[in-house]
């Protein structure tokens, strides 16, 4: 069963590598059949960041959005607690890469 903290990792993998193929994959690949393979706070999530990635896709939202919303909605704590527990500002490398972009195998059309 994928958990929320599954998840979390891989999002907090990705604001920390800054790594959009990695990310694609490990979200991918735990996203896949979430409604009847993960617990409800996976799925909850898993959704919420489909959704965001969405908003990237259609050009309503900017990397940066993105990787600010993962900041502030990723982590909360649910019923589960946090894998990354609070992380501060500070541990995000300043590059925002476009997910997908230059040099990338994948790209949003693959996700959204």
């Known amino acids: 069963m994928v958990s929320a903290n599954q998840i979390r990792e891989v999002?907090?993998?990705?604001?920390?590598?800054?790594?959009?193929?990695?990310?694609?994959?490990?979200?991918?690949?735990?996203?896949?059949?979430?409604?009847?393979?993960?617990?409800?706070?996976?799925?909850?999530?898993?959704?919420?960041?489909?959704?965001?990635?969405?908003?990237?896709?259609a050009g309503h939202m900017a990397i940066g959005g993105l990787r600010r919303w993962m900041l502030e909605n990723a982590f909360k704590q649910s019923s589960t607690s946090s894998v990354a527990g609070n992380i501060s500002k500070q541990e995000i490398p300043g590059a925002v890469p476009a997910l997908g972009g230059a040099g990338s195998k994948f790209n949003l059309s693959m996700v959204a």
């Open 11 to 57: 999002i907090f993998n990705y604001i920390q590598s800054d790594d959009a193929d990695e990310f694609v994959l490990g979200f991918s690949k735990l996203s896949f059949g979430i409604a009847q393979h993960g617990d409800p706070d996976a799925i909850a999530l898993a959704r919420a960041v489909e959704s965001q990635l969405a908003l990237v896709h």
